[in-house]
T-cell receptor, first 112, second 113 residues
Framework: ELKVEQNPLFLSMQEGKNYTIYCNYS?????LYWYRQDPGKSLESLFV?????AVKQEGRLMASLDTKARLSTLHITAAVHDLSATYFCAVLFYYNTDKLIFGTGTRLQVFP | NAGVTQTPKFRVLKTGQSMTLLCAQD?????MYWYRQDPGMGLRLIHY???????AKGEVPDGYNVSRLKKQNFLLGLESAAPSQTSVYFC????????????FGPGTRLTVT
């Protein structure tokens, strides 16, 4: 069965702290995506990871992909309130159709 | 360049009514998708299309039909709405070879009473 699991599902963290969100998936893939969703809004693409060992950074967010461990991480450095949102990872399992399987999301709240 | 647009933004239906959601993209993408998002869950694929005139089932296709008569449009139909279809519906599109990245529309919030 194709599964994508994220943890934690909910994360409340103080401004200035660091934390990591984990995304595990059940079968081979080397295409993984991270999206951000604000309440009532659509999904915004954050990172596209296309190979083993890929690492991408944008501001306080850094994403990495380990295809051997079937694991991606989204690391938050020195969190600020503006990062409060729900973060989804999605994995491409069907290369001929671009179909994605989404994780359940991690709801992040950053407080002062 | 509007990207992916969806019509309508909100809709309330009574059980048994029918409706069609319209998705349009102006990026000349080959692939288009319909997802639903329920509270506390990720997106689940309903149907998708890999080109004009083609459609295929995703993870949760029951109770929905789709059509792709024009490359830029992907329609999602509910023939007889049920309360279990209350959800937020997102359309997305992608172009093969462009990192397989999907671009999402703003969503349609549907309530079935």
């Amino acid at each position: 069965e194709l599964k994508v699991e994220q943890n934690p599902l909910f994360l409340s963290m103080q401004e200035g702290k660091n934390y990591t969100i984990y995304c595990n998936y059940s079968t081979t893939s080397d295409r993984l995506y991270w999206y951000r969703q604000d309440p009532g809004k659509s999904l915004e693409s954050l990172f596209v990871l296309l190979s083993n060992g890929a690492v991408k950074q944008e501001g306080r967010l850094m994403a990495s992909l380990d295809t051997k461990a079937r694991l991606s991480t989204l690391h938050i450095t020195a969190a600020v309130h503006d990062l409060s949102a729900t973060y989804f990872c999605a994995v491409l399992f069907y290369y001929n159709t671009d179909k994605l399987i989404f994780g359940t999301g991690t709801r992040l709240q950053v407080f002062p | 360049n509007a990207g992916v647009t969806q019509t309508p933004k909100f809709r309330v239906l009574k059980t048994g009514q029918s409706m069609t959601l319209l998705c349009a993209q102006d990026m000349n993408h080959e692939y288009m998708y319909w997802y639903r998002q329920d509270p506390g869950m990720g997106l689940r694929l309903i149907h998708y299309s890999v080109g004009e005139g083609t459609t295929a089932k995703g993870e949760v296709p029951d109770g929905y039909n789709v059509s792709r008569l024009k490359k830029q449009n992907f329609l999602l139909g509910l023939e007889s709405a049920a309360p279990s279809q209350t959800s937020v519906y997102f359309c997305a599109s992608s172009q093969p070879g462009q990192n397989y990245e999907q671009y999402f529309g703003p969503g349609t919030r549907l309530t079935v009473t």
